[in-house]
């Protein structure tokens, strides 16, 4: 593959990746990184803040604040029908930051800001990144935007300082790996399964081939997310990556318990990082 | 994959014989104006853009875990394009299978209504299946093979794709499912039992707008999961670097037919070739056949439903808004937020907010002309081909007919021969799945649904299959009536 249009490449993490530092501090005290994702705007756009600021509060040193699009292609059933609701809802594009800059006043968690690539298109991509910035956000996690197209992107996250986090898979070369490692600041996000967002009962053992591949081609911090829901799988994770992403599991709680089932779930999921053995209760996930 | 060829080039240059016009430069033509005769120059050749980009559009706005199949997908294609056995063998099924070529059929009494220019129509309703979509069916699934995947997928609007995705997997002994949306389900019903006929599996998609476009997103979903075994027979030339530039290599055949057949037929170029777009796979077969002969007009005709105006419409190009929806940088219908609008049109073969991005460039550099018809003008059309020529048009076709009709009218005017223009339309699908759309929409039915004048035997009603057969149906048979 050609890396004639590629942007420059940037090897080294600098030191204003919020994420980074979110998952550093989690090192420091003896841990792993929890990064917890929930939609914006649902069920409505003030319980989303109150839910992130809930996780945060619980655990989890970053959120992720999905961004609602009308063909999420990597989503699951929870999350499709979660951010379904938010667009029938009125969610705006726009209104993430208003989300992004309440939970950074209120809380210590690093907040990327999780999006289909065609809302930011749409905004302009120098545009929605300035605005990013300006909220306190870290930077966007983009599931559908591989670094090969990543031209527009990779200007706008240098002039801002924002944090540009790409995916890996199991389906990965060994060259996209490097590449997609080269082109990464604050964390690469390790999917764990060949498969959409979802709660699954065992965490694909595809995660750690994958984490350590990222590992190899120089990535400092990996972070595995799809599947992951119960704590054991968080204390599983923990031993090889250096965060742990839950989605789907979070999502749920909020649809069925709204924000304090999602502060105990989060609660409940950091005792994956226990050292040794971790309190195990019922009705963790799905 | 090559990501720096930002202008297309040619690949492979006009075949021997071609006039110095089919030789142009048919954009740099345009560019200045059209008329005289530019030099001849291959090198800026329109035809045979390998992608991955057409201009600034195409790519590949793909999830990582679909990169190393698409990667696998293009490095197969690429081989097997140059292959002389795998060109023999998808000419072979081509010749005995789909029955190709085509007929080119004048139209003489249609003519009348496109202000007396001659229409040509290129028979693509002829093919096995009743659609263009055999072409490129057969060329994935062969692809498909050599890859040593066992499990084709689709997506299908009309149900047209799903039923030659169908017929290919039961031809080559391949396991199919084929996800359509819920609301195209009832709209082609027919063509839902005929996919479970073939020994597939039809998955209702009840997300979002439940047409062409959610379709998609399930069929990605379902090729994330199970891309091993699994080959996604994409079925128009949008989505994702190679697709595009592989779906128009299989319906190549349509223009370079067309071409021939004009020569023989006419001892000329036409003056205008027209089709339909939704995705806009049979157009851009019958183009790429002409894209080079800068004297030949060309027409992409648009679903405008119920009008442009009134926001309930496919126009994509019309609208004119560029974004990425399912793999590909291209015109999008879309809000101010960047989410996709729902398209609308009686043809759920043109429902569909994309379109291929070789066609936003071809549009941005004006060698070809996209224009909207509307469900009214469509089935204007749909109905005048039915009764002065005998041909029964998929209501996707019946667009390309409506637009004939008006560059007819508008290429006659003022002549005192009109019959010196002549026109070719791409008849790229039969109307019989469109039977019933076509009896609601004139007034055929009765408050019950019934064709009127259908009900009134007085005879005791006879069943005509015995239960136990039914009992014995295809247990995929319950997927499909829910609509």
């Given amino acids: 593959m050609s890396n004639a249009t590629l942007p420059p490449r940037h090897g080294g993490q600098p030191a204003a990746s919020k994420s980074a530092a979110a998952i550093d501090r989690a090192k420091a005290a003896g841990r792993k990184a929890l990064i917890a994702y929930l939609p914006a705007g649902y069920p409505d756009k003030q319980t989303a803040i109150d839910a992130a600021i809930a996780v945060a509060r619980n655990g989890a040193d970053i959120v992720e604040i999905g961004i609602p699009y009308s063909d999420p292609v990597m989503d699951g059933a929870v999350i499709q029908a979660a951010t379904t609701e938010a667009l029938a809802n009125g969610f705006r594009v726009a209104d993430v930051f208003d989300i992004v800059a309440a939970v950074t006043a209120e809380t210590d968690a690093a907040v990327l800001v999780m999006t289909y690539w065609n809302p930011v298109l749409r905004m302009g991509v120098d545009e929605f990144s300035r605005r990013l910035a300006e909220a306190g956000g870290a930077g966007l996690i983009t599931p559908d935007l591989i670094p090969d197209e990543a031209a527009e992107w990779f200007a706008a996250s240098d002039k801002y300082g924002l944090d540009r986090v790409f995916l890996v898979a199991p389906s990965s070369s060994p060259e996209r790996v490097a590449m997609t490692v080269e082109a990464t600041r604050g964390f690469v996000y390790a999917v764990s399964i060949m498969g959409v967002t979802g709660a699954r009962s065992t965490v694909s053992s595809a995660a ?16 595995v997310g799809l599947g992951v829901s119960r704590p054991e799988h968080v204390h599983e994770i923990a031993e090889y990556a250096d965060g742990v992403i839950v989605g789907t599991a979070l999502v749920a709680a909020l649809r069925d318990g709204g924000v304090p089932a999602v502060g105990a779930l989060a609660a409940e999921l950091s005792t994956g990082f226990a050292v040794g053995s971790y309190v195990s209760r019922t009705g963790a996930g799905e | 994959m090559e990501l720096m060829a930002h202008v297309p080039t040619a690949s492979s240059p006009e075949p021997a014989g071609g006039n110095d016009e089919g030789m142009a430069d048919a954009a740099t033509a345009f560019l200045a104006g059209g008329h005289g005769q530019p030099e001849p120059d291959a090198g800026h050749s329109l035809r045979h853009a390998p992608g991955p980009y057409f201009g600034s559009y195409g790519g590949r706005w793909m999830p990582e875990s679909l990169i190393a199949a698409l990667d696998e997908l293009e490095d197969t294609f690429e081989k097997a394009k140059v292959d002389p056995d795998f060109l023999a063998e998808v000419a072979e099924l081509n ?12 139209a003489k009494r249609f003519s009348q209504h496109a202000g007396g220019a001659r229409i040509f129509l290129k028979r693509e309703d002829l093919n096995h299946t009743g659609s263009h979509k055999i072409n490129n069916v057969l060329g994935q699934a062969l692809l498909a093979k050599r890859m040593g995947k066992t499990r084709l997928i689709a997506e299908t609007g009309a149900g047209q794709h799903g039923v030659a995705s169908a017929t290919a997997a039961a031809l080559l002994g391949m396991e199919c499912v084929v996800y359509m949306g819920a609301e195209d389900c009832r709209r082609q019903a027919l063509n839902v039992a005929r996919m479970q006929l073939l020994g597939a599996t039809v998955v209702p998609v009840t997300n979002g707008s439940q047409t062409l476009k959610d379709a998609i997103n399930d069929a990605l979903r379902d090729w994330v999961a199970n891309v091993d075994n699994t080959h996604y027979l994409l079925g128009t030339a949008a989505g994702a670097h190679p697709f595009p530039a592989m779906v128009r290599f299989f319906h190549e055949v349509i223009g370079e037919e067309a071409r021939v057949q004009i020569l023989d037929q006419l001892g000329r170029l036409p003056d205008a070739i027209c089709a339909c777009i939704g995705g806009g796979s049979n157009a851009i077969g019958l183009f790429h056949g002409f894209l080079d002969d800068a004297s030949v007009k060309i027409y992409g005709f648009e679903a405008g439903g119920d009008g442009v105006e009134t926001g309930r419409h496919a126009a994509t190009i019309t609208l004119g808004r560029p974004g990425v929806l399912h793999g590909a940088r291209s015109y999008l219908m879309q809000d101010d937020d960047g989410q996709t609008v729902e398209s609308h049109s009686i043809s759920a073969g043109l429902d569909y907010p994309g379109v291929g991005p070789e066609h936003s460039y071809l549009h941005d550099i004006g060698r070809v002309s996209y ?21 029964i048009p998929a209501i996707e076709s019946a667009h390309a007919l409506a637009g004939a009709m008006k560059v ?24 019989d799945k469109d039977v019933e759309t076509a009896a609601a929409w004139f007034g055929m039915l009765d408050e019950n649904g019934q064709v009127k004048g259908t009900t009134l035997s007085t005879r005791a009603a006879k069943d005509t299959a015995p239960t136990a057969n039914a009992d014995a149906a295809d247990p995929n048979a319950e997927d499909a009536s829910n609509e």
Avoid: W
Wanted: aromatic share 2%.
């Fill in chain 1, 208 to 223: 750690e081939a994958v984490v350590a591949a990222a590992h190899r081609a120089g990535a400092e911090r990996v972070c």
């Fill in chain 2, 408 to 431: 007819g009218q508008r290429l006659t005017a003022g002549l005192a021969t009109p019959s010196d223009i002549a026109i070719i339309v791409n008849l790229s699908g039969r109307g």
């Fill in chain 2, 371 to 391: 224009e909207p018809i509307t469900d009214t003008e469509a089935m204007d059309a749909f109905k005048l081909l039915s009764q002065t020529e005998g041909i």
């Fill in chain 2, 95 to 106: 010749k005995n299978y789909s029955g190709r070529p085509s007929l080119l059929t004048e």
